[in-house]
């Protein structure tokens, strides 16, 4: 399926050697102020060629608005997302004309298709995810405009090098009086990073110190003709609580869903994780409070605020894995399609890490979440609002009206 979203849909098109990859988008409310710049900026953020640490092809991936647009505002209609692909080289994959992959999807998409693209990764090619970004940028825009909601995606970690995020574990496994799932100065991080902060290291990872440590690993990693997995945490800031749709489309289901459909995603955890598998409830939970403005809300995270498949109105952050490349410039020893034993030195241009480049796509799956899951819920609000108020349930079945 090409397809993502319920009422906010997705569909993205395009290989990577074939004329231009992109998207439509059905669902977009209408009305919203929208410009070319306002896809570009997320495109440029994602496009190869943009450091020593990714890849050497070089597209501008210039994004052209075919539709649903007009004066700058859109049309509530299908919206058009065209971006060319320029430098294709076809022949750096003569070696794959006679070998499968290691791990990249070559075999997979054959044995399932039975007939796939002559050259590069095809469908399962990172180009693709230009069709997720563009709809993801045009979703941000109207979270931003309408609810103020701000997604921040960072890189956590390359290879073993991890900013620092887990508690000092007490040296003793039966103490659980220290044990933390997350650092303070971690969650302090998560609550105010920003994109300028993400973006002022080539790496995209805020926290100095680890960024220079990364990127001398991603250079080992290029120089050794090899590769290097690593994370990318992601925060969205000011979701209105209510979001999500127990109990298959829970929030945390959809998110991990959208995130683990982007290519080279092996893991996924919300809040606090496999971590918070090794804490007590006791200091796991996060108790209610007033706020001042007279609404309840949580002292502590741990959520990742979703409860119940909700959205909780908390910060609401996750981590997602991504593997090593699987295109590497290293012998490999395997075997060819026709089963014969052989070396396969891939060539082309290809990227020693992928997760400064996937930090923008994590934000635009996000983005896209987010909006698909509001305006469902603001669907369902906007029918129940139209029904006589409940007057005949004990008021502790029933939310009461909301004062502004
Ligand atoms: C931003 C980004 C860049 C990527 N660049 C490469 C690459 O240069 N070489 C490669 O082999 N895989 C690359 N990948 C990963 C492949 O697209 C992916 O591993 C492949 O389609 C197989 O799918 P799977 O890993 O999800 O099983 C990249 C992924 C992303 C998200």
Known sequence: ?????????????????????????????????LEAKDVQVQLSRRRPGQSNLTTPRDEKDLVQLQSGIEHGITLGTPIGLLVRNED??????????LYP?????????????GVKASSGGGRSSARETIGRVAAGAIAEKYLKVAYGVEIVAFVSSVGKIHIPSAAVSPSNEDDDTTAEALSPEFRQLLSTVTRAQVDAHPTRCPHPQTAERMTQRIIRAKDALDSIGGTVTCVIRRVPSGLGEPVFNKLEATLAHAMLSIPATKAFEIGSGFRGTEVP????????E????????TKTNWSGGIQGGISNGEDIYFRVGFKPPATISQAQ??????????????????DPCVVPRAVPIVESMAAIVILDQLLIQNARRTAAALLPPITTLP??????????
């Not at 992959?101 to 298709?113: F, N, Q, V």
């Not at 409830?281 to 209610?288: C, I, V």
Request: proline residues 9%; negative net charge.
């Open 333 to 350: 020893q395997t075997a060819q399609y026709d089963g014969t034993l052989g070396t396969l030195e891939a060539r082309g241009r290809h």
């Open 1 to 33: 399926m090409s397809t993502f979203g319920t009422l906010f849909r997705v569909t993205t098109y395009g290989e990577s050697h074939c004329a231009s990859v992109g998207a439509i988008i059905d669902g977009c409310p209408p009305g919203l102020p």
């Open 281 to 288: 409830g006791s200091r796991h939970n996060d108790p209610f």
């Open 88 to 97: 294709q080289r076809p022949k750096d994959y003569s070696e794959t004309d």
């Open 101 to 113: 992959r290691p791990s990249h999807a070559d075999w997979t998409y054959l044995e399932k298709y």
């Open 290 to 297: 007033r706020r001042a403005d007279g609404s309840l809300g």
């Open 395 to 404: 008021p502790t079945m029933v939310k009461p009206p909301e004062s502004d």
